[in-house]
């Protein structure tokens, strides 16, 4: 059977989740493998969300913010931003591809842009394969 | 401190799993009042000390045992069948020590596999002779019969992680001072906290004990090996540069690390329970980098060498990725 | 055919079991010390900065944590292509011999002297330390105590953390002793030294003077003829904290001797498939099994090993008592195990005048305590005499200081093979055709391995003061003929 990834995307509600919102009016076709988790502020998502996203099987896990200097909280993306980054660099000790995490700034005009990210990240996610997270931290052996 | 007319002892166990040696130690610190711990209870059984044999703790009766502080991680099935019988025979039974209560440094062994780890031990390390690849087994055969070994586990496990656990005492080892108070507790009858709790602790993180002179200063620009800075001796570390593990983690030691003068490496574990015992760290050292461009971020957080090993450093089994995935 | 199983032991760092083997005569064929423990740390410490290995091994063994320490901020050092300034040396070496002095302490009063102040085959309910205070009087087993809490303060002013010490830094450590804390150091070095005399005296009063307690040492099922391994500073004189590491043979006579760096070219570890310990032998000789004498690789690395590995001690009173020693018991090398009890005390002396020596020492309140570092090589080893062996920690890093691989050494695991053929040579020698096993047999097979102290050495308060046993004698179809325990 096909690998058929399940991705949580992380979206703030000012811009990204505006952004995928337009979207979806705008009747734009993508992907639908992404399950969507609306946070007030990008700076809201702290490495525990994301890892017990991949804990409960997650395959991959996306997280947008508005640009920098957009912030709708002034500087929340930026701590977003610092968190993302240290954390791609705590899972790649993990043993889970850095891949599987992205972080993408998308604007509340940015449908066309969502529409992609979704695209591309599904593909790339198809092509690393199912995330063994769940499998190898639930059961002790 | 004790009277002959007090109620009966409490009959009193301290087993060690996969351990050091250093929580028995902690109990042996008491020095002076041992005596007073002795009148107070009754050592039923302790492997290190007493000749209580395995068969005798299950003759006995279920919660035949008031109190069993249990130290070390469980790697093996030995211990994994030590952890299942003391919880039958004890009323109460303490994750006594970082091993027991989050898999403590053997927990690190989670990096690897078992597979990587025996080869390593018995193949690879640059003094072992082993050209016909001998493994130890959990059964063998020699001239004269059969040898046996206790199983090998791939996971290294907490205490609760393999039995329910009444009480977490923290620490590597506990301060000794707080075990007297969780003792003396027990035995003149204070009413306890809710099962699951963690006692012989404080509430807080280190920094709220902490000497060391801290500001308002908390933007760091570079993070700096302990060894690369001359270290004034009363800054906060993190304001020197210096990771240290003490806003995320339970007070209760006397900051007996940093009157060393090295930062804090978190073995008392996070100041209340959550989901991960390492991802406060993380987003909270993240947060106070003080840059905004991705590539300047990239630079300082280059110098976060090992953040598995520093964030998870005696908690690795209980965090939520708690194994490297293969 | 068959078998006693002894499980578990204990006063050893983790578990160990012993299973002997009788043949049909109901003499002993074999014995195995098996080590049912492992954790792994040559493979956890990859991966780690190595300036955190110091503190990370430290947890090998919560009685001896400052040995590994001492030995990982050695190899450290190395890693780095530095030494410490001699502020920091002596820093080091100072917390060492605190830490030697309650660790030979504990052991004397609560596992030796017992077997020998009130007797080896006295009722077991009296063979602990309770019952040396019988004999010895209450003081001492207050005294004991302050002794040990004593080394512990000094642990901590020192190292921070009293049990994991946290002193040692790349090229130093990371802290200095006021003038004040020196004067209190002196004082209590003072009350070290006397107390280490006492405690020679007790030994000489109730062993020394007892013609058959000599005649155990010395004609006892006892003797194990192997090689002799030590640290030695460059007078051939006990170090416990530097110099090199020299190996001597049955006759005494100089076999190697070898800077840390070397140790490759002198030891291997042997694997057996019934303990998870390791079995090291001397490489140039070869594993031969499980033999002594000349022609074996086999050897030992105890109290006794580094006194007949070396040719004196470096301080005055111990040396008198070195001398003796080898005096009494016939001269160097001395094979008898029990003797391990005696050279134990000889140390004690030495670490109490080496700690006054050093407390004393102008340098000791100095202000310069670490080495400037500059690029890393990235390979170090670091040897230091822990108090149950030569111990060797050999670290590799990338050019950041990175740990890329670990071989560790331990204390007691450079004894493994001899503490199996102590036991089985014990059991030979007391289990004959038709000798009925018990309390008395159980004991002596104790003493046996009891003499190497086997990493556990903490027992200051062990209640019944003695090895806890049992011993199963089952048919070779497994039935359980007869079960006796020692409480």
Redesign the interface.
């Known amino acids: 059977m096909k690998f058929n990834p399940r991705i949580i995307a992380f979206l703030c509600n000012w811009c990204s989740y505006t952004g995928a919102d337009l979207a979806g009016t705008s009747r734009m076709q993508y992907k639908s493998n992404v399950r969507v988790v609306r946070v007030m502020c990008s700076g809201r998502v702290?490495?525990?969300f994301i890892?017990?996203a991949?804990?409960n099987g997650a395959d991959g896990v996306l997280v947008c913010g508005c640009h920098?200097g957009d912030c709708h909280y002034q500087e929340g993306n930026?701590?977003c931003?610092?968190?993302f980054?240290?954390?791609q660099?705590?899972?790649t000790?993990?043993?889970?591809e850095s891949e599987r995490l992205k972080l993408e700034w998308i604007s509340a005009s940015e449908g066309k842009q969502f529409a992609e990210l979704v695209n591309s990240f599904t593909e790339t996610i198809s092509e690393l394969g199912p995330c063994?997270?769940k499998e190898?931290?639930n059961t002790?052996? | 401190m004790y009277t002959e007319e007090s109620k009966p002892k409490l009959k009193l166990a301290v087993y060690w799993a996969?351990?050091?040696?250093?929580?028995?130690?902690?109990v042996?610190?008491v020095?002076?009042k041992?005596f007073d711990v002795?009148s107070a209870a009754d050592?039923v059984f302790w492997?290190?000390?007493?000749?209580?044999?395995?068969?005798d703790v299950e003759e006995m009766p279920d919660n035949y045992i008031d109190l069993t502080l249990f130290n070390g991680a469980v790697?093996?099935s030995?211990n994994e069948h030590m952890a299942k019988l003391l919880r039958k025979k004890s009323r109460i039974l303490v994750a006594y020590g970082s091993c027991a209560h989050m898999g403590?440094?053997?927990g690190?062994?989670n990096?690897?596999t078992k597979e990587?780890?025996l080869y390593?031990?018995?193949e690879e390390?640059?003094?072992?002779?082993?050209p016909e690849k001998?493994?130890?087994?959990p059964e063998?055969d020699?001239?004269?019969?059969k040898?046996e070994?206790?199983f090998?586990?791939?996971?290294v496990?907490s205490l609760s992680?393999v039995v329910e656990t009444d009480y977490f005492i923290p620490g590597?080892?506990p301060q000794t001072e707080r075990l007297l108070e969780v003792f003396i507790a027990i035995v003149s009858g204070a009413k306890l906290p809710p099962p699951g709790s963690v006692i012989g602790a404080g509430t807080r993180s280190q920094c709220d004990e902490c000497v060391r002179i801290k500001t308002e200063n908390k933007r760091i620009r570079k993070f700096y090996?302990?060894?690369e800075i001359?270290?004034d001796g009363i800054t906060c570390f993190m304001e020197q540069g210096v990771l240290c593990m003490g806003p995320a983690t339970r007070s209760g030691c006397g900051y007996?690390?940093?009157?060393?003068?090295?930062p804090c490496?978190g073995c008392y574990g996070p100041p209340e329970d959550?989901?991960?015992p390492g991802?406060?760290m993380?987003?909270a050292?993240?947060?106070i980098?003080d840059?905004?461009d991705?590539e300047e971020?990239?630079k300082i957080?280059e110098d976060?060498?090992?953040?598995?090993?520093l964030?998870y450093?005696f908690s690795l089994p209980v965090?939520?990725?708690?194994?490297?995935?293969? | 055919?068959k078998?006693i199983t002894i499980?578990?032991i204990?006063?050893l760092?983790?578990?160990g079991k012993i299973?002997i083997?009788l043949n049909d005569e109901g003499e002993v064929?074999?014995a195995?010390f098996?080590v049912?423990?492992?954790?792994?740390f040559?493979?956890?410490?990859?991966?780690?900065?190595v300036?955190?290995l110091p503190?990370?091994v430290a947890?090998?063994?919560?009685?001896c944590?400052g040995c590994h320490h001492m030995a990982s901020g050695k190899a450290v050092d190395a890693v780095?292509g530095v030494e410490p300034p001699p502020t920091a040396k002596k820093l080091r070496e100072l917390f060492y011999m605190a830490h030697f002095i309650h660790s030979h302490t504990a052991h004397f009063y609560a596992l030796a002297a017992p077997d020998f102040v009130v007797g080896p085959l006295a009722p077991a309910h009296q063979r602990n330390i309770v019952g040396l205070i019988g004999k010895v009087g209450k003081e001492i087993g207050?005294e004991v105590?302050k002794q040990?809490?004593m080394a512990?303060e000094i642990q901590?002013l020192?190292?921070?953390?009293?049990?994991?010490?946290?002193?040692n830094?790349?090229?130093g450590v990371?802290?200095g002793l006021t003038e004040q804390e020196r004067d209190d150091f002196v004082e209590k070095g003072k009350d070290f030294v006397k107390f280490a005399q006492f405690t020679i005296s007790i030994f000489e009063d109730f062993v020394l003077k007892n013609d058959e307690y000599v005649d155990l040492i010395l004609n006892g099922p006892y003797t194990l003829k192997l090689h002799s391994m030590g640290l030695v500073d460059e007078d051939n004189r006990v170090n416990f904290y530097d110099g090199k590491v020299r190996v001597v043979d049955t006759t005494g006579n100089e076999l190697y001797k070898y800077s840390p760096p070397d140790?490759?070219e002198y030891?291997?570890?042997?694997?057996?498939?019934?303990?998870?310990l390791?079995f090291?032998y001397l490489?140039k000789i070869g594993?031969k099994g499980f033999i002594e004498g000349q022609h074996s690789g086999l050897y030992h690395a105890t109290p006794l090993s580094r006194l007949n590995a070396a040719e004196g001690m470096a301080t005055p009173l111990a040396q008198k008592e070195y001398e003796k020693l080898f005096d009494t018991l016939g001269g160097r090398p001395v094979h008898a195990t029990l003797a391990m009890h005696w050279a134990r005390v000889v140390e004690l002396l030495y670490s109490a005048e080496r700690f006054l020596e050093l407390a004393s020492d102008p340098e000791i309140t100095g202000r310069d305590l670490?080495a400037q570092?500059g690029p890393i090589p990235g390979e170090g080893v670091g040897i230091v005499e822990a108090q149950r062996g030569t111990l060797t920690h050999?670290y590799q890093t990338d050019e950041?200081?990175?740990v890329k691989?670990v071989?560790l050494?331990v204390g007691t695991t450079n004894n493994n093979a001899a503490i199996c053929m102590s036991v089985k040579q014990a059991a030979k020698g007391l289990i004959k055709k038709g000798t009925p096993v018990n309390d008395g047999i159980l004991n002596m097979i104790e003493m046996a391995f009891r003499a190497y102290d086997p990493?556990?050495s903490?027992?200051?308060?062990?209640?019944?003061g003695?090895?806890?046993?049992?011993v199963e004698i089952r048919e070779a179809n497994g039935n359980l003929l007869q079960r006796l325990?020692?409480?």
């Open positions: 702290e490495p525990t890892l017990k991949f804990k920098p930026y701590r931003l610092r968190r980054l240290l954390l660099k705590y899972i000790q993990m043993g889970i063994m997270v190898q931290v002790l052996t | 996969a351990a050091c040696g250093g929580c028995c130690v902690s042996l610190d020095h002076e041992l002795i050592l492997p290190i000390a007493l000749d209580t044999k395995y068969k790697r093996n030995e403590g440094i053997p690190l062994a990096f690897s990587e780890v390593r031990i018995f390390t640059e003094s072992v002779v082993n001998v493994r130890p087994l063998c020699v001239p004269e019969g040898l070994l206790p090998f586990y791939n996971d496990r992680q590597c080892p090996r302990p060894w001359i270290d007996r690390c940093i009157k060393g003068n090295a490496r959550l989901n991960d991802a406060k993380m987003s050292v993240a947060s980098i840059e905004e991705p971020i990239m957080i976060v060498v090992d953040p598995a090993g964030f450093r965090s939520l990725i708690r194994r490297k995935i293969s | 055919m078998r499980d578990p204990t006063r760092e983790g578990h299973e083997f064929n074999n195995y098996q049912p423990e492992l954790r792994g040559e493979k956890f410490c990859e991966g780690r900065p300036e955190e503190a990370i947890k090998i063994c919560g009685v944590p780095f207050t105590i040990r809490r512990q901590a020192l190292g921070g953390h009293q049990t994991f010490v946290v002193m830094i790349p090229g990371r802290k140790y490759l030891i291997a570890e042997h694997v057996e498939p019934w303990s998870y390791k090291p490489k594993w670490r570092l050999h950041k200081g990175m691989k071989n050494i990493c556990f903490c027992a200051t308060h062990s209640l019944p003695q090895m806890p046993m049992i325990t020692r409480e």
